[in-house]
């Protein structure tokens, strides 16, 4: 069992930054890839970005290539998204979750994350 707690979000202006972060406890935290995604007011919960188990690999969705970078800690137990030139699009719920290492490459769908954390919430002002 995984147990996940995001912080860091916040209410700030257009072209602002922010650094979420999301701490695991439980089981070998270098045992998982880990995946951030988001949920607007009435939409789909959409992947965002997901790291390796080393903090080697990372992928991103399109519309955040070259604003955001995920990194991890793994003698931290977390994970980290720092989020540069923020849009009001990127207004949302972020969550982190986790998947066991070898699906990272399958690390953009939601279905193979077992674990996931209760959001913390990003709003960026035009």
């Known amino acids: 069992q995984v147990q996940l707690i995001e912080s860091g979000g916040g209410l700030v202006q257009a072209g602002n930054s922010l650094r979420l972060s999301c701490a695991a406890s439980?089981?070998?935290?270098?045992?998982?890839?880990m995946g951030w995604f988001r949920q607007a007011p009435g939409e789909e919960r959409e992947f965002v970005s997901v790291?390796?188990?080393?903090?080697?690999?990372?992928y991103y969705t399109d519309s955040v290539k070259g604003r955001f970078t995920v990194s991890r800690d793994n003698a931290k137990n977390t994970v980290y998204l720092q989020m540069n030139s923020l849009k009001p699009e990127d207004t949302a719920v972020y969550y982190c979750?986790?998947?066991?290492?070898?699906?990272?490459?399958?690390?953009?769908?939601?279905?193979?994350?077992?674990?996931w954390g209760q959001g913390t919430q990003v709003t960026v002002s035009s």
């Open positions: 790291i390796n188990w080393n903090g080697d690999s990372t």
């Open positions: 439980g089981r070998s935290f270098s045992s998982y890839a």
């Open positions: 979750a986790a998947t066991p290492r070898n699906k990272y490459t399958s690390g953009s769908f939601r279905y193979v994350y077992d674990y």
